[in-house]
């Protein structure tokens, strides 16, 4: 038995918030940190590459190293600080635990089975599916190892405990690109799905 | 950076974006273009215009400064950089500066004389003899290249800071101003030239400093990037004036602390 006139308050009521602002606000923070720290670690590889590829100087920030590493080290702190606001709001609200917890291996592979016959969707975008669950679990381990890696490589001697921890300086600096690779891949996914489900954009820029 | 609009064949731009934006519910597509407008005016910013501006140089001369003082700040006189066992040796050490291998300074050991200035008691200048007669100790760290390379090689030489001590350096002083034979120079902070790693080399591999590596001396320091270890030294300033370096003039981060 429904009141006609409670569901039209509830009509012109806003939608619920998808994503509260402090979430909105981390989350583009992040996205122009990343690029600033992706497009200039690329230049600052492209000076002692561990590959057999440099990336197009078109692509990359800062123009020489020492221009690179400017970026790189004043990007570090807005990526640092904004990632750390990030993780301890997602902890404290309860948010991680309520949106991207639990995760059974049966889920993953039932969500992906339907991804590939293009049978999983995303109505509710409220709520993620195992796949989405695991991504966004996913890119911010690979975050949390790209700063620590970062922080081995920066301070191998004040830090050389960490820079142990990876395996010593040099493989540290595989560790840190490795990261950057699943990131990279992650943002190339992520950015794809956003275009396709424009919702999703529209929830993160206005909340709802 | 304004690029010219490609047009897309097939494609009439105007009615697609106006198609796009009808699919939005009424007010959420104002927002949205209006949104979509301020990205625009953003993004074309963050072009070149940004990044070559004299205002973003400024504020990333300002952050590596703050880094600078966050370095120092985390600077542990007592750590030491990793020792390792002559097994790890990198073999052959590369050679790297910004002149050619054959280029490198040629420095004739008679009429070598290292001098000492500045805040010190006694600025005798010091010749090769002298300087080899000093207690020796020998290291086996990584070298570091800004670059992102390293090295493991091994040095002997003194102590920087029981040399500073001998020649009664003033060592509340804040810096070390280094200069070298071919005119490259650089500034040391005074807790890393005081650190017991910090290095007046002589030898390299237990051989007398070959040309390449900075003969007839070179200051070694563990806790630095390559190019705050200079080669060829010729002088020691002991002095409060922060004199700059020839790679930090031209953009690397000051400290350049490892």
């Known amino acids: ?24 606000v981390t989350h583009w923070v992040n996205a122009i940190a990343m690029l600033v720290m992706i497009a200039s670690g690329w230049q600052i590889y492209n000076a002692s ?92 381990l690979a975050g949390t190892i790209m700063v620590l890696s970062g922080l081995a490589i920066w301070k191998p001697v004040q830090l050389q405990e960490l820079t142990t921890l990876f395996g010593g300086y040099d493989l540290a600096r595989y560790v840190h690109f490795l990261a950057m690779s699943v990131i990279v891949g992650f943002l190339v996914v992520h950015v794809a799905l956003a275009v396709i489900v424009p919702r999703s954009l529209r929830a993160m820029l206005r909340g709802h | 950076m304004s690029r010219p609009r490609k047009p897309v064949p097939g494609v009439d731009t105007r009615y697609f974006l106006n198609e796009a934006a009808r699919l939005l519910p009424d007010p959420a597509r104002r927002r949205f273009l209006r949104g979509a407008a301020s990205l625009g005016a953003v993004t074309l910013l963050t072009g070149c215009d940004i990044t070559d501006s004299q205002t973003a140089q400024t504020a990333l001369r300002a952050m590596s400064r703050f880094n600078d003082g966050v370095q120092a700040l985390i600077f542990n006189p007592n750590k030491l950089a990793p020792e390792f066992p002559e097994s790890a040796l990198t073999r052959p050490f590369p050679f790297n500066a910004y002149y050619d291998v054959d280029e490198a300074p040629e420095v004739d050991a008679r009429g070598y004389a290292l001098e000492v200035g500045g805040l010190v008691e006694n600025k005798k200048s010091w010749t090769l003899e002298e300087l080899y007669a000093l207690p020796q100790v020998t290291q086996i760290t990584r070298h570091i290249c800004i670059e992102g390379w390293s090295a493991i090689g091994k040095w002997s030489g003194a102590r920087l800071g029981d040399f500073l001590a001998r020649v009664g350096a003033d060592r509340r002083a804040k810096y070390i101003y280094v200069t070298c034979a071919e005119g490259y120079s650089t500034t040391i902070d005074m807790p890393t030239a005081l650190h017991p790693q910090t290095q007046m080399t002589f030898r390299f591999a237990d051989e007398i400093l070959p040309r390449k590596y900075g003969f007839p001396m070179k200051i070694r320091m563990p806790t630095k990037l390559g190019f705050k270890n200079p080669k060829h030294v010729v002088s020691l300033v002991v002095t409060n004036e922060d004199r700059g370096g020839y790679w930090e003039d031209k953009g690397y981060n000051w400290f350049s602390g490892l």
């Open chain 1, 1 to 24: 038995m429904r009141d006609p006139g409670h569901s039209q308050d509830a009509a012109l009521r806003p939608p619920p918030l998808v994503h509260p602002l402090w979430l909105r």
């Open chain 1, 49 to 140: 590459p561990l590959f057999p590829f440099s990336f197009p100087p078109s692509i990359t920030l800062g123009g020489w190293l020492a221009g690179a590493l400017d970026w790189h080290f004043a990007a570090m702190w807005l990526l640092v600080i904004n990632g750390l606001a990030y993780i301890t709001l997602g902890i404290a609200t309860g948010r991680f635990r309520r949106k991207l917890l639990p995760i059974y291996p049966s889920g993953v592979l039932a969500d992906t089975l339907a991804a590939l016959r293009g049978q999983l969707t995303h109505d509710d975008l409220s709520v993620y599916n195992s796949v989405q669950k695991l991504l966004y679990v996913g890119v911010i």
